[in-house]
C-alpha cells in the first residue's frame, strides 16, 4: 500500500531558530499533501494543503510566514518553522492522497 | 462535510467485542462514512468506509443504520493494540481536499 515518510521522527531545537520537517511519498505520485498539528490530548488541525508547483494554501489562523511550506516535487512536501518559540512545540503530521489518505508517522518538534 | 458526534471515551476489554458509535444526522446522499484512527504518537490509519451498505474487512466492521444517520465501528476480538483515538469523518467519495478531523472517541482496551 501506500506509504508517506516523515523525517525526522522528533527533533529539538533552541528558541529563534527554524525546523524543517520533511514528507515524502514513497511509492506514488502526491501532488496535494496536507500538514497538520497535535497539541497533547487534542485532535488533529489542518494548517495547510500543499500543491505541487503552487503556493500552499493555509488555513485561517495559520501564519504562512511562519510556516513555510515548498511543495517542489510529486513526491516531497517540507514544512519550516521559522523562528521557533517554545509555542510551536507540537506533534505535526503530514498526509498524501493516493486513493484514500496515507499519514506520515509525525514529528514531535520541541523547543527550548 | 457533515457533522460527526462520538461520545469522547470508551472501555472494552481484551478479547470482546468493541462498538464504537458515531452520529452524523445531518449526512447527505453521496457522503461516505470513514473511520480512521490514531494510535499514541502516531500518525492517523485508515480502517474502512461506506455509504449505505454494511462493511467488512479484516480490521473491522462498519454497521450503518438504514436512515444513514448513524453507524457503528466494530471491532470483534479489541486487543491492548486497539488503544487508539478512533475517528469517525463523512464525507464525499471524490472529494480529494482536506480531511478535517473531530475530536474522536479515545477507545481503552483493558485487560
Known amino acids: 500500500g501506500a506509504v508517506v515518510s516523515q523525517h525526522p521522527s522528533w527533533v529539538i531545537c533552541k528558541s529563534g531558530t527554524s525546523v524543517k520537517i520533511e514528507c515524502r511519498s514513497l511509492?506514488?505520485?502526491?501532488?496535494?499533501m496536507f500538514w497538520y498539528r497535535q497539541f497533547p490530548k487534542q485532535s488533529l488541525m489542518l494548517m495547510a494543503t500543499?500543491?505541487?508547483?503552487?503556493?500552499?494554501?493555509?488555513e485561517q489562523g495559520v501564519e504562512k510566514d511562519k510556516f513555510l511550506i515548498n511543495h517542489a516535487s510529486l513526491t516531497l512536501s517540507t514544512l519550516t518553522v521559522t523562528s521557533a518559540h517554545p509555542e510551536d512545540s507540537s506533534f505535526y503530521i503530514c498526509?498524501?492522497?493516493?486513493?484514500?489518505?496515507?499519514f506520515g508517522s509525525g514529528t514531535r518538534l520541541t523547543v527550548v | 462535510d457533515a457533522k460527526t458526534t462520538q461520545p469522547p471515551s470508551m472501555d472494552c476489554a481484551e478479547g470482546r467485542a468493541a462498538n464504537l458509535p458515531c452520529n452524523h444526522s445531518?449526512?447527505?446522499?453521496?457522503?461516505?462514512v470513514y473511520w480512521y484512527r490514531q494510535i499514541h504518537s502516531q500518525g492517523p490509519q485508515y480502517i474502512i468506509h461506506g455509504l449505505k451498505n454494511n462493511e467488512t474487512n479484516e480490521m473491522a466492521s462498519l454497521i450503518i443504520t438504514e436512515d444513514r444517520k448513524s453507524s457503528t465501528l466494530i471491532l470483534p476480538h479489541a486487543t491492548l493494540r486497539d488503544t487508539a483515538v478512533y475517528y469517525c469523518i463523512v464525507r464525499v467519495l471524490r472529494n480529494t481536499g482536506k480531511l478535517i478531523f473531530g475530536q474522536g472517541t479515545t477507545l481503552q482496551v483493558k485487560p
Open positions: 498526509s498524501a492522497r493516493s486513493e484514500g489518505y496515507t
Open positions: 511509492d506514488f505520485q502526491a501532488t496535494t
Open positions: 500543499s500543491n505541487e508547483g503552487s503556493k500552499a494554501t493555509y
Open positions: 445531518t449526512i447527505s446522499g453521496n457522503e461516505y
